[in-house]
């Protein structure tokens, strides 16, 4: 009897060093070209330059792999844009889609018709922006670590501040749930490490990601905080606008304009001091990779559980992990981003 | 001496006084409010919304309502952008003029379906809304109009002033505006056939049996107020350089509510360019200070908005029934 236990024990631990062994040694998956993946990417809206950019990415993804179904670039137009996703997502269910590729815009609105979809068999995959429960998501493609993008708003402020002084936030809308992500990253930076304890952030606000909106809330800024030095803008849209109501205002020496933003639409502002320093990451690579982990996904390569390694093409190896963001809920790791100044921003806008 | 005085005036009068309300509440919470600065933040921003007022006045005086105006803004805005990067040596008044030409040809899309087609205007408006946009993305490209690739002048244009007393600019942007809005303004008070816009509004038969073709006078009015979405285009693309396919999305809206502000009747046949002028400037007033205010939170805003929106209109309302009460009083 008592042999018998230990015995089993012995076994126990042996399967266990067994599976250590093979995670340990474990070859990155590899796509099998030329299978059938009929995918949708459904980006937040159509029509701007970063969404773009992620198509191209996967449309070479999908002509490497030589997928002989169909990738189809399908979104909502602007002023439809969360319940044109979630219309979208239900018809791509309906139709046998074998993956969608979603930029979430619709924050949890969207999770029942994620759930539907990966119940009729259609898997969903995030990008750029998850679904911020996780449900109906297999798993998240994250452009870069959330918890480092907090790191290097909070680092552009130091460096634009010169280590002290006060600025804010200027994001996108209250309920994007990859910028409020951001702004908490930045805001946990900012209370645990002793660097960053000159910089105070007086505030929050919201442009929608619309011009007139985003610039009139950015001189709000300025006429309500006196000793602002700072707009930090983690939004495409906001960055542009804030700089050009900063130029417009002749404020681009008292205040300057950091964040996220396009190196093609903030050029002239980073050359003429208005916005010295922002930071993006490739958009082309996320679409790639994107469409790599989801081809396998679709193919049965991969379960998209935690610990699967796959090879993606020029980009090389990722691996599943939990998405220490969101409980319960998975991601893929591309990252890095490029901080751009005068020095490069030039070359990377052309 | 109250007497003498038109219903109409007496609204404005009203309406003035909300305003006047609006402004003294916010002096009170903001520091350095009454400054030059908080004018020139406030009447530039302003400006972008008026020509759109403006136009969507016109429609409404017809018993219509233009709901794409945001769409043909935008289209404008990226189209302009487009040829002025193409040919930066276009003349100034030339691009001006063909963003109301833009504008108008758009405009004149609806005014064939609801004046001739029967369709309501709400209906037709709301499909252009959709189809417009559709077509700025499709047309666009993912293509984003840049500030620099545009030529200087334009993008200098917003710093521009006509003129300057003690820190209070006449900028550019808002003279044209302005200039858009008096134009329309003794066009519809002064011109008997103006007037037929007035008169197809208020009594569509009986407008017909004073031999009004109506059906050409709603034509008019939807052509106009794309004309004036697309100067309210070119006004946005001067101002914020940068345009994609979001530009312009939601002015529709903002110009409803300053025309009705503005005390123009939704039912048709009534409303003053004057009233919407200070319904444009109170709404914009309104929304402009509370990003100001130091102690209200963001998500709080709109609610507020929303609000003060509602308390300007009963202000209003009040006031212009009281001071006609006065009125029947002084007359006994």
Known sequence: ?350 | MIRALHPQTLRLIALGLALLAVVLFFSTQIDNYLSPRMFNRISTSAAVVLPVAVGQAIVVITRNIDLSMGSIMGVVAYMVGEALVLWPGLNPALVILMAMGLGAIAGSINGILVAWGRVPSIIVTLGTLALFRTFLVEHGNARTITADALPRWLVDLPQMSLLSLGGLDLRVTVALALAACLIVGLALSRLRPARKFYAVGSNPDAALMAGINSARVVFLAFVISGALAGLGGFIFLAKFGNITVVAGMGFELKAVAAVVVGGVSIMGGSGTMLGVLIGTVLVDTIDNSLTRLPWLSEFWRDALLGILIMAAVTVDTLASRSLNRLKRRGGE
Request: glycine residues 10%.
């Open chain 1, 1 to 350: 009897m008592k042999m018998k236990m230990i015995s089993g024990l012995m076994l126990g631990a042996g399967a266990l060093a067994g599976l250590m062994g093979s995670a340990v040694r474990a070859e990155p998956i590899q796509a099998t070209p030329g299978q059938e993946v009929n995918a949708v990417l459904l980006p937040k809206f159509l029509g701007i330059l970063p969404f773009d950019q992620a198509n191209r990415g996967a449309q070479e993804a999908a002509a490497e792999l030589g997928s002989t179904g169909k990738l189809q670039y399908i979104g909502p137009t602007p002023e439809n844009s969360a319940a044109g996703q979630i219309e979208m997502l239900t018809t791509a269910t309906t139709q046998k889609q074998h993956v969608v590729m979603l930029s979430n815009n619709a924050g949890d609105q969207i999770a029942p018709a994620a759930e539907a979809a990966a119940a009729a068999g259609t898997k969903v995959v995030t990008w750029d922006s998850p679904i911020p429960s996780g449900k109906g998501e297999s798993f998240f493609v994250a452009q870069v670590d959330f918890g480092s993008i907090g790191v290097v708003m909070a680092d552009m402020v130091y460096d634009l501040t010169g280590g002290a002084g006060e600025f804010a936030v200027l994001s996108a809308s209250p309920d994007a749930s990859n910028q409020n992500a951001w702004i908490e990253a930045m805001k946990t930076t900012l209370a645990t490490h002793a660097k960053y304890k000159d910089l105070k952030l007086d505030d929050v606000v919201y442009g929608n990601d619309q011009s007139e909106e985003s610039y009139n809330k950015a001189l709000g800024l300025v006429d309500k905080y006196p000793n602002l030095k700072v707009i930090m803008a983690p939004t495409t849209v906001g960055i542009v606008a804030a700089s050009k109501a900063m130029q417009d205002e002749n404020l681009c020496d008292k205040v300057k304009v950091s964040g996220l933003g396009l190196p093609a639409e903030m050029v002239s502002y980073t050359l003429n001091g208005c916005a010295p320093e922002f930071a993006l990451w490739s958009f082309v690579d996320l679409g790639y990779l994107t469409y790599y982990a989801s081809y396998m996904l679709a193919t049965g390569a991969i379960k998209g559980e935690v610990g699967e390694q796959i090879h993606a093409g020029r980009m090389g190896d990722y691996t599943i992990e939990a998405d220490p963001g969101r409980e319960g809920a998975r991601r893929i790791l591309m990252g890095p981003f490029t901080v751009y100044n005068k020095d490069n921003v030039e070359a990377a806008a052309k």
